[in-house]
């Protein structure tokens, strides 16, 4: 990133920085909330978990104006994110350098429920109602113990309230930008012991591009029974999408005309059903929970200007059972939980043209002892998983792979308020099913014979502190995972086992309560991803910016109105087919800020949201070097949106 561009960032952070030492000694100051994180399974406090973890409230997505979780995700817990090239609000989330296989290496859960697809489509979290969100925990470093395939990079976990808060609802209407207009409801009610609620939401826009306008439908019910030692919840939701794909273009054109497309045709529909059933109650010393999921994903892709089309049918069911109990033995603390998961997951493209399918079957331990009066954690955790995949139709292959992957941690005090925390494990994932598979489409790689990729695995090690103070919260943290056979894209060879590959890097997450009315939080990372052996050897991974600056800022003039600003800094990165690292020109780094207001009157609540501040014509993704190719996709520049609520 050019200096200039660091120091416009750093200088809209100069305010928060500075208020830190007055407000740390002088004024009413009210402590930061107490945390729980459940994507370990259970609940849990994150002080056991030797790795990064950030926790954003309800009250922070609210305060920023965070229109969905995928938003909410990058602006406020600092995830770099690149574009959703069908004009959806669900970018590719990139936790630690991943690039183009970002969203493989991540687990993501709602409510504890694994929502990965199996391909590379990435994960949609759009279709969760934000008024219905609780948090959003996001942690950084191999879940593979708890979570299996997939997890080297870590783990996001959208917790929801489930109907347990108040019983009422609400109705809001957004205007903005590019005719955008997004309208929802939600409705809560109680009967005795259960908690009912249905959320519906419409959303439209023609976005930034020729060809590029979008629709969602979201339709979610809810149905919670619970007491004081039982909880159990059914949810069934259903999302359709459709919109136009108006391709890439040349850095020529994103100069003149960002707005172009040269395929004014090119569509795409989707349909998505899930059902879900989870829950906890007690047996004896032990604590039992349930999951249990089916989703059906149809989507159909119109590329009319290069002559083809494709459809895909996904159809996943996903269950997990778990126990576990807390004991004491002398002044020694322990926690043993004990799990099972199984997977049936199968695609079906072009209506029996080719066929992939997976089972996947997996047993897990993991063991915590804390002695509090030597402020000493330590724990350990074990997997076994089994799977199998087998591709059937225009082409064939099939893949039979065990892996155990294990993880030890431990934390202990340093100082009052401190804490030095480490681990050390390992994690692997299996090709998706886009990975796995191979499906020709005009200019791209040859598709015969299939290659069966190998399974990729990691050696994942991480050395942090963090500090805890009654107005601020902070962590820092080294990691480094050291891969074999990473699976990876080529845009020339196509899906590919890289040679060998290392990510490492530092990161800084810090929080406060900066007196009664201005909060402040702030997540910086330094990263490299780059190859250890082979014809890449010493070269970066492509598609990995090397250090990204997220800040959030938030105001409360009076009791009804706020202010808040977020803002992200994202370096350059190499363009996705430069291996080699010889061309020349590279995705220029950016940065953006947002700024809103919002104003409660009686049950009313108004809101104006300025995205993108200053105007910043910017691109995140572009897929080839050749300038003359149409490779390129924009970001929006400047948009505006209004936006009233009411609650009742």
């Known amino acids: 990133m050019k200096n200039h ?6 200088a809209a952070l100069c305010p928060a920085v500075l208020a830190l030492p007055s407000q740390a000694q002088t004024g009413p100051v009210r402590s930061l909330p107490d945390t729980i994180v459940t994507a370990a399974r259970i609940a849990q406090d ?3 978990m030797p790795q990064g973890v950030v926790v954003i409230s309800a009250e922070e997505i609210q305060a920023a104006g965070m229109t969905n979780a995928n938003e909410a995700i990058r602006w406020l817990g600092g995830v770099v994110g690149r574009i959703d090239s069908t004009g959806g609000r669900d970018q590719t989330l990139d936790l630690r350098g991943f690039g183009e296989a970002a969203a493989s290496n991540v687990v993501f859960l709602v409510d504890g429920v694994r929502q990965n697809e199996g391909d590379s489509g990435g994960v949609a979290l759009s279709w969760i109602p934000i008024d219905s969100i609780e948090r959003i925990e996001i942690v950084r470093g191999s879940g593979s113990v708890l979570h299996g395939d997939g997890a080297t990079a870590g783990v996001i976990n959208v917790i929801t309230h489930k109907g347990l808060a108040e019983p009422g609802g609400s109705a809001s209407l957004s205007l903005g930008s590019h ?7 939600s409705v809560g009610t109680a009967a005795g012991p259960w908690r009912f609620q249905v959320h519906a939401s419409a959303f439209d826009t023609d976005n930034h591009r020729d060809n590029f306008s979008k629709q969602d439908r979201n339709a979610l019910a809810r149905a919670t029974w619970a007491d004081a030692a039982s909880q159990w919840s059914l949810q069934l939701g259903a999302q359709s999408s459709s919109g136009g794909l108006p391709g890439g273009i040349t850095p020529a054109d994103f100069l003149v005309n960002p707005g172009k497309s040269y395929k004014l045709q090119d569509n795409g529909q989707s349909e998505k059903r899930n059902l879900q059933l989870s829950g906890e109650t007690g047996l004896g010393d032990w604590r039992l929970a349930v999951d249990v999921s ?8 119109n590329y009319l200007s290069d002559g083809y089309a494709t459809t895909s049918e996904t159809e996943s069911s996903r269950a997990g059972v778990r126990l576990w109990r807390d004991f004491n033995q002398g002044t020694w603390r322990h926690r043993f939980l004990l799990g099972g998961d199984a997977e049936r997951w199968s695609q079906d493209r072009d209506h029996g043209g080719t066929v992939v399918e997976q089972q996947s079957d997996a047993v897990y331990a993991r063991h915590e002892i804390e002695l509090k009066e030597l402020g000493l954690k330590v724990h350990g955790g074990l997997r076994r ?7 059937t139709g225009s082409a064939v292959g099939s893949l039979a792979a065990s892996n155990t992957s294990w993880d030890l941690g431990a934390a202990i005090r340093a100082g009052l308020q401190g804490e030095l925390f480490g681990r050390y494990g390992t994690s692997f994932r299996l090709a998706n099913a886009d990975e796995f598979a191979c499906y020709p489409y005009p200019g791209g790689p040859a598709c015969a014979p299939v290659t069966v990729l190998k399974p990729q695995t990691s050696k994942d090690a991480e050395l942090g ?11 820092a943290r080294y990691y480094r995972s050291v891969l074999t056979d990473e699976i990876g894209y080529d845009p020339l060879a196509g899906n590919v086992n890289f040679d060998p590959t290392r990510r490492e890097g530092f990161e800084v997450d810090a929080s406060a309560k900066l007196g009664s009315a201005v909060n402040a939080g702030l997540q910086f990372a330094q990263r490299q991803a780059e190859f250890r052996g082979g014809a890449y050897a010493g070269k970066t991974v492509p598609m990995v910016p090397s250090q990204s600056l997220t800040a959030r800022l938030s105001y409360r ?13 994202v370096s350059s990165q190499r363009i996705t087919d430069d291996f080699d690292n010889s061309c020349t020109d590279k995705i220029p780094g950016y940065g953006t800020m947002n700024v809103r207001y919002s104003e409660k009157v009686q049950a009313w609540t108004v809101s104006a949201v300025v995205n993108n501040l200053a105007d910043k014509q910017y691109y995140n993704f572009r897929t080839r070097c050749d300038a003359t190719l149409k490779s390129l996709y924009p970001e929006a520049g400047r948009t505006f949106n209004l936006m009233a609520q009411r609650r009742f």
């Open 5 to 10: 561009q660091w120091r416009w960032l750093l």
């Open 46 to 48: 994150p002080s056991l």
């Open 179 to 185: 005719s955008t207009r997004d309208a929802r409801v």
């Open 294 to 301: 089916h989703r059906l994903d149809t989507v159909d892709s």
């Open 385 to 391: 998983t089994v799977s199998a995949r087998d591709l």
């Open 465 to 475: 502190y963090r500090r805890d103070h009654a107005w601020a919260k902070w962590s």
């Open 557 to 569: 003039i009076s009791e009804a109105r706020l202010v808040s600003v977020t803002s992200q800094a």
